[in-house]
């Protein structure tokens, strides 16, 4: 390989979903304890990206931890609140409470961060600049 000048390509690590930032994460309701006393108390989820031909595809599942039954799943291109909602409202027409998941998920949709005490990168550093610019005003004569 040297003597025609060939040299093997050196492969990136792929980059996560996930980074770990400064901000706290989410609270542990479940305090690591996967097991549930009967069907539908306590059901988990989890949102999988699939490297395809095509592109990323994003697979959203929520299982009820009793039964280890798949309740429901969605797919779709892009990892949003649309596709974790779409998969909820699965599992919840297939327990027969769709009626019920149908108002949580638009009321998680209305302020999903905010009523968990949760910002975006973005909200973040607008608060920062807020606070920098609130702290040289109150410091100019």
Same mark, same amino acid.
């Given at each position: ?22 901000? %706290?994460?989410? %609270?542990?309701? +479940? ?6 006393? !009967? ?7 989890? +949102? =999988? ?8 595809? *994003? ?13 429901? *799943?969605?797919?779709?291109?892009? $990892?949003?609140?649309?596709? =974790? ?17 149908? !108002? ?7 302020? %999903? ?7 975006? %990168? ?5 608060? $920062? ?7 040289? +005003?109150?410091?100019?004569?």
């Amino acid at each position: 390989m040297a003597e025609l000048g060939l040299v093997a390509r050196v492969r990136r690590k792929p980059r996560s979903l996930t980074r770990r930032g400064k901000q %706290p994460a989410a %609270p542990d309701l +479940v305090r690591r304890t996967f097991t549930a006393p !009967a069907a539908d108390v306590l059901w988990c989820g989890d +949102v =999988t990206q699939i490297d395809t031909d095509e592109g990323k595809l *994003y697979l959203a599942t929520v299982e009820d931890l009793f039964s280890r039954r798949l309740l429901g *799943y969605a797919m779709s291109g892009h $990892h949003d609140a649309a596709l =974790t909602c779409a998969s909820l409202q699965m599992a919840a027409a297939t327990r027969g409470g769709a009626d019920d998941i149908a !108002a949580v998920a638009a009321a998680l949709n209305a302020r %999903p961060r905010k009523s968990l005490g949760w910002r975006t %990168p973005a909200e973040a550093f607008n608060d $920062h600049l807020d606070s920098l610019l609130s702290s040289n +005003v109150a410091t100019t004569p």
